[in-house]
């Protein structure tokens, strides 16, 4: 496969491909996604969730971003790498953000993405200016979880599409919708001229994400939107309890496995 760039995602929306993308956090699931094809792979701040064990996204530092993004850039080769932007980085002034994103570029990541629609547009301008392809994000921001009281289907419509036509308008390449009505994301998508990814916004977006451990039955709860592609939570829990009851009645190690 060619390598994904901002130019190619474009041109998939132009000839209305399905657009493939996952989150990754290291090395070792970046390279699995990458060769099984995925397009877009985001070093998404749900770190905080799947792999520190937090209840919300908010206390990941710029630097924890910049440490996963570079273990997955080492190993993507074909995917187009996007970094999170953390909450904290990029809220105080544009110019910050330039600053922020710098940061995850030269980790590896070649594309940011940020939340907020209307709010953000002069932000993704400045990135923009700067050269620094930017993914939007508008629906349900996580990032905002206080203001909006908790995690919630987004239902206003006029919000909704003010905020994706600002994204567009500022320069980003293409928006995550997050928890949006179908026939809602659906009238976005078809409004819009760049690629809409949807994150439990229905089927007729222009892609789709997921964050990964969802999807490999990683995760205690999943969401509803999130389908169950494999359960190896139970997997991995029936090999550490047969290695456990090998070393415990000295089955292991056998001779096959000592020097």
Do not use: W
């Not at 993004?69 to 980085?89: E, I, N, W, Y």
């Not at 110019?95 to 547009?121: D, F, H, N, P």
């Not at 995550?176 to 809602?184: D, F, H, I, K, T």
């Not at 969802?214 to 592609?229: I, N, S, V």
């Amino acid at each position: 496969m060619p390598v994904m760039t901002v130019p190619r995602l474009l041109e998939k929306k132009l000839r209305r491909e399905r657009i493939v993308a996952l989150t990754a956090y290291d090395a070792g699931f970046g390279a699995l996604l990458d060769q099984a094809g995925v397009d877009l792979v985001l070093v998404g701040d749900s770190v905080a969730n799947v792999l520190q064990g937090l209840e919300t996204t908010l206390p990941v530092s710029l630097e924890e971003m910049a440490y996963h993004t570079r273990l997955v850039a080492r190993s993507v080769r074909q995917a187009l790498v996007v970094a999170d932007l953390p909450f904290g980085s990029y809220q105080t002034s544009p110019e910050e953000a330039v600053r922020s994103a710098v940061v995850l570029i030269k980790a590896g990541a070649a594309a940011v993405k940020l939340e907020g629609g209307v709010r953000m547009q002069a932000t993704i301008e400045r990135l923009v200016e700067a050269d620094i392809p930017v993914l939007g994000h508008v629906g349900l921001t996580p990032q905002s979880i206080h203001a909006l009281g908790g995690y919630k289907v987004q239902r206003d419509a006029k919000r909704l599409m003010r905020d994706a036509r600002a994204v567009q308008s500022a320069g980003a390449f293409g928006v995550v919708l997050e928890a949006v009505p179908a026939r809602l994301a659906a009238e976005v998508t078809a409004a819009l001229k760049i690629p809409t990814i949807g994150i439990g916004a229905g089927k007729r977006c222009d892609g789709q994400i997921l964050v990964l451990h969802d999807l490999l039955g990683l995760t205690a709860r999943a969401p509803k939107f999130a389908k169950r592609y494999a359960s190896l939570g139970e997997t991995v829990s029936a090999a550490v309890k047969a290695y456990a009851s090998d070393v415990r009645a000295g089955r292991f190690p056998g001779s096959e496995h000592s020097f």
